[in-house]
């Protein structure tokens, strides 16, 4: 069993930026890859972004690349993702998952390859 917190959400203007965190919990041993996902109302949760855990290999969706950064910090068994230059269609509730052992080797995008969701945390851009 993993336990996710994300945190570090918040109402910022266009332009603006923050750092949002997960921190893992629990049997994280075996992580292969973590994942950031967002859902803004009336849409279906959409990847974002996704870091491999041991390597630190990263991956992006492209509506993100550029503006968004992925790490994690092992010791501290906590992911980050670093939104700069947010835009209103940013606009969402941010969720953090590990993804499932039986994809280990590859990286997925899609929601149903992770597990252990957080609670998520709310990012609102102002126009």
């Known amino acids: 069993q993993v336990l996710l917190v994300e945190s570090g959400g918040g109402l910022v203007q266009a332009g603006g930026s923050l750092r949002l965190s997960c921190v893992a919990s629990?049997?994280?041993?075996?992580?292969?890859?973590m994942g950031w996902f967002r859902q803004a109302p009336g849409k279906e949760r959409e990847f974002v972004a996704a870091?491999?855990?041991?390597?630190?290999?990263?991956y992006y969706a492209d509506s993100v690349k550029g503006r968004f950064t992925i790490s994690r910090d092992n010791a501290k068994r906590t992911m980050y993702l670093q939104v700069n230059s947010l835009k209103p269609e940013d606009t969402a509730v941010y969720y953090c998952?590990?993804?499932?052992?039986?994809?280990?080797?590859?990286?997925?995008?899609?929601?149903?390859?992770?597990?252990?969701w957080g609670q998520g945390t709310q990012v609102t851009v102002s126009s």
């Open positions: 998952a590990v993804q499932r052992p039986q994809y280990t080797g590859v990286v997925r995008t899609t929601t149903r390859a992770y597990d252990y």
């Open positions: 629990g049997r994280t041993s075996s992580t292969y890859a």
């Open positions: 870091i491999t855990w041991n390597i630190g290999s990263t």
